[in-house]
């Protein structure tokens, strides 16, 4: 958690509580907040310790000690208050909350419920024989707004219920993350703002009346006012049965445990699941499980003493988008990706997030110097959700598309979502082979313009390697190739065999390895097969080479094995080394894919595919599918088994579903894992 200055004077506090007003006034209305939920719970714990201290200043609109701060209201009273929930930061905190609670009650809690805190708006939905007939928002808990115009768009809240019952469901309502991607383009194309997060679009949603469009939202029970006690547990299957969506639908589902130790660890399973969850959730929610447990330990005016809120780090945080960067990856494909003004989100300071596609800017509205919302879960690749367009100044710059390929100059194919340049894999051919045959790498005069074009398009040529087979013949098959031609492209060729380790390293165009890198390399280590022996430690010896830098080198050798073994057979690269000299600290022409770390968002996952793949996943065969996993940072392996975390499950996926199920392990659609790995699919 951050920490806020505990106010130290009264002008310090008014500031700090009015900061905390208007900042919430924009959270529970749908306008933006500016500030991270984590800078608003630190802003609110600094408030709390001041009026400790000085009880009589306390400002009666403070909004410590009341549900939504006090700043939401309603005209709609609840039945029972809805309440908020106290928060727990760390283990420790909850194992306080848990002991004095049990303090209160005499005796040992009777079991602990474990369920996701959904990161939406609390609501109440209204039955009568069994049909919805009213929905309203929490608001100040004592009184909500009605909001009954927009019940129809909520999936999982039944219009009638199982049975025909008067009873008051209480849930959370909010957009997954595909239905807010899918609001945010109805919004642009409406020319409407786009929502800034998840949780905002979710609020602005259920308040809209007349939109000539419709959003869809989502509804997760939890709760319901009517029925007689029941334990936490039985309740959310009962409310299951009667039709309404749970948090039991997800990989997230409750659970029951009856000890504290077994409570942590659920906290962390949901914690780790939090990445691939198809929605947001900004805690996990510990209940004393019994309906008397709950009776006994009763409720304060903000929050019920038996439930607490186990807060997890924000994976939303706002800063500037500084530029976009267009990079293509070894198909052509195409891809945007954000440069940030660098912002610490959980821990890690993230500076790139991906755009996925070019529709994905238009959809968001997205202008060069907005202030936008990141999000960063997990390992998952950072990705921008949208801009504050309440805070635009007039300043930004609109986003230019690029016209040609920005590796080739080729022509775009922009008939697909994901532009990809018209050369596909030959996009990576030419521009690698144009790169090779430069002055400073391999200085092969005759390759550059149309003529690495021409060798890549006659299939004479698909890598480096392939220049040092060409034959005189399958030259003079080439349009416009004449004796002489031939003859000079072949004597420049051979005379490319004998360049020194340096340039021919170099001309492997890897990733962050220019001319200076390449010199360096190839002094420290005097042959290829050297270089190729280094792990990753030994090249981080190397002067500029940093671990993560060393990682990506050896990752990106390995997968050049077969380039590097056929080089080697012609004898390219085993000259000796031109000296290590200064040089001109020019930047790295690199090969033009995107600069990822090497850890993906699978890093530390073991990965089984089964069933057939749907969506973008379709055309992979189970081969393809691994080296995507692999890609990703993760480890690739076809049976399910105790050490699997992850199982991609497709139509008809029989056993290894199965087993999978009875292990507990994480089951995603072909869907969701193309969107987890969407950065690494080619
Ligand atoms: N960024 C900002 O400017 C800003 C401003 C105001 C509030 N906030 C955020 O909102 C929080 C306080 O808001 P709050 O009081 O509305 O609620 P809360 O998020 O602290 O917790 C209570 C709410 O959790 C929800 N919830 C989700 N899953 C649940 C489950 N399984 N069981 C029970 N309840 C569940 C319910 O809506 C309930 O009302 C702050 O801690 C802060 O993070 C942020
Ligand atoms: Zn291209």
């Known amino acids: ?103 209160r009650l005499g005796r040992p809690v009777r079991g602990w419920c474990v369920e996701p805190k959904l990161d939406g708006l609390d609501v109440a939905a209204l039955y009568r024989a069994g049909r919805l007939v009213q929905l309203v928002t929490r608001s100040d808990g004592l009184a909500g707004e009605d909001i009954t115009h927009a019940a129809d768009a909520v999936l999982g809240l039944p219009e009638r219920l199982a049975e025909p019952l008067d009873v008051e469901l209480r849930g959370e309502v909010l957009l997954t993350q595909e239905q807010f991607e899918r609001a945010n383009e109805l919004r642009t194309a409406h020319g409407a703002t786009p929502f800034a997060n998840p949780r905002n679009g979710a609020a602005g949603t259920l308040r809209a009346k007349d939109r000539a469009y419709r959003v869809e939202l989502t509804f997760f029970g939890y709760g319901a006012v009517g029925p007689q006690a029941l334990d936490h547990t039985e309740l959310l299957e009962l409310l299951a049965r009667w039709g309404a969506n749970t948090a039991a639908s997800t990989a997230a589902r409750p659970v029951r445990r009856a000890e504290l130790s077994e409570v942590q660890q659920r906290i962390e399973e949901i914690a780790a699941l939090r990445a691939t969850l198809p929605f947001g959730i900004d805690g996990i929610v510990v209940k004393a499980d019994a309906a008397g447990d709950q009776e006994q330990a009763g409720s304060g005016s903000r929050a019920p003493r038996w439930a607490i809120a186990y807060k997890l780090p924000a994976v939303h945080q706002v800063t500037r988008l500084l530029e976009v960067e267009w990079n293509v990856g070894r198909t052509g494909v195409i891809a945007p990706r954000a440069v940030l003004e660098p912002v610490v989100v959980d821990g890690v300071t993230v500076t790139y997030a991906t755009l996925h596609n070019p529709a994905d800017i238009t959809r968001r509205d997205l202008m060069i110097g907005d202030r936008v919302f990141v999000h960063r879960a997990g390992d998952v690749i950072p990705r921008v959700e949208a801009p ?84 005189r013949e399958q030259l003079l098959t080439l349009e416009r190739m004449g004796d002489t031609s031939a003859d000079n492209l072949i004597a420049a060729i051979e005379a490319a065999r004998s360049r020194p380790l340096n340039r021919v390293f170099c001309a492997l165009g890897v990733r962050g390895t220019g001319r200076t ?35 990506l080198i050896v990752t990106e050798l390995a997968e050049l094995a077969p380039v590097l073994e056929r080089l080697l057979a012609q004898q390219v690269g085993t000259a000796v080394t031109e000296p ?96 987890l790995v969407a950065a690494h699919l080619l």
């Open 1 to 103: 958690m951050k920490d806020a200055a505990v106010p130290a004077s009264p002008t310090a506090y008014a500031d700090a509580v009015d900061t905390a007003l208007a900042a919430a006034g924009a959270y529970y209305a749908d306008g933006a907040t500016a500030l991270g939920d984590d800078e608003y719970d630190a802003l609110l714990r600094a408030i709390e310790a001041y009026e400790r201290v000085h009880p009589e200043q306390v400002r009666p609109d403070s909004p410590t000690g009341k549900v939504a701060g006090g700043a939401a209201v309603g005209d709609v009273p609840h039945s029972v208050p809805m309440l908020s929930l106290d928060n727990a930061f760390s283990a420790e905190e909850l194992a306080a909350w848990a002991a004095g609670l049990e303090r």
């Open 388 to 471: 504050l367009v309440a805070e635009r100044t007039g300043a930004e710059q609109p986003i230019v598309f690029p016209a040609t390929c920005p590796r080739c100059g080729d022509a775009i194919d922009t008939s697909q979502q994901r532009w990809r340049c018209v050369r596909g894999r030959g996009c990576q051919a030419v521009a690698s082979i144009r790169y090779a045959a430069g002055r400073d790498q391999l200085d092969i005069e005759g390759l550059g313009g149309t003529r690495a074009v021409q060798l890549v398009e006659a299939g004479l040529v698909a890598d480096l390697a392939d220049l040092f087979t060409l034959t």
């Open 517 to 551: 890198m390449s010199r360096r390399i190839a002094a420290h280590f005097g042959s290829m097969a050297a270089i190729r022996a280094a792990d990753a430690a030994t090249l981080a010896t190397v002067d500029g080479i940093g671990a993560e830098k060393a990682q």
């Open 580 to 675: 290590t000299a200064p040089a001109p600290a020019t930047a790295d022409p690199a090969d033009g894919t995107s600069g990822q770390a090497a850890a993906g968002p699978l890093s530390g996952q073991a990965v089984v595919v089964t069933g057939s793949m749907t969506g973008a996943l379709a055309e992979l065969s189970r081969n393809e599918m691994n080296e995507l996993v692999e890609r990703a940072g993760g480890k690739a392996s076809s049976s399910v088994s105790k050490r699997t975390t992850l199982l991609v499950a497709g139509e008809k996926a029989g056993s290894k579903r199965a087993k999978a199920e009875e292990l507990g392990i994480t089951i995603v659609t072909p869907e969701e894992f193309a969107a």
